[in-house]
Nanobody, 118 residues
Framework: QVQLVESGGGLVQPGGSLRLSCVVS????????VGWHRQAPGKQREVVAT???????NYADSVKGRFTISRDNAKNTVYLQMNSLEPEDTAVYYC????????????WGQGTQVTVSS
């Protein structure tokens, strides 16, 4: 069973920055596409950013230019650098991984809270 552990959430003022980390426990990390999703109170979960095995990235329009996703295959870790944070970014952020060769192998982390408030 693949496990994902997120960290790095917290309380930050508008305009501030946070970096989230997601460690994926697998011996085949290079086969996984990894994404960050978020869910705000009363809203549906939405994808924020994804990164593929070849560092190909995609971003939600709402975070383009402010968030950067990256991966370190040597550490089985994906990062989400979040800059210029806005109150609308407040949500629980979840990490999800999916094996590109086996779509049924999809796993979620437990989530980390990000609160943007003055």
């Amino acid at each position: 069973q693949v496990q994902l552990v997120e960290s790095g959430g917290g309380l930050v003022q508008p305009g501030g920055s946070l970096r989230l980390s997601c460690v994926v426990s697998t011996n085949i990390f290079s086969r996984y596409i990894v994404g960050w999703h978020r869910q705000a109170p009363g809203k549906q979960r939405e994808v924020v950013a994804t990164i593929g095995p070849r560092d190909n990235t995609n971003y939600a329009d709402s975070v383009k230019g402010r968030f950067t996703i990256s991966r370190d295959n040597a550490k089985n870790t994906v990062y989400l650098q979040m800059n210029s944070l806005e109150p609308e970014d407040t949500a629980v952020y979840y990490c999800k991984s999916r094996n590109i060769y086996a779509a049924s192998q999809e796993y979620w982390g437990q989530g980390t809270q990000v609160t943007v408030s003055s």
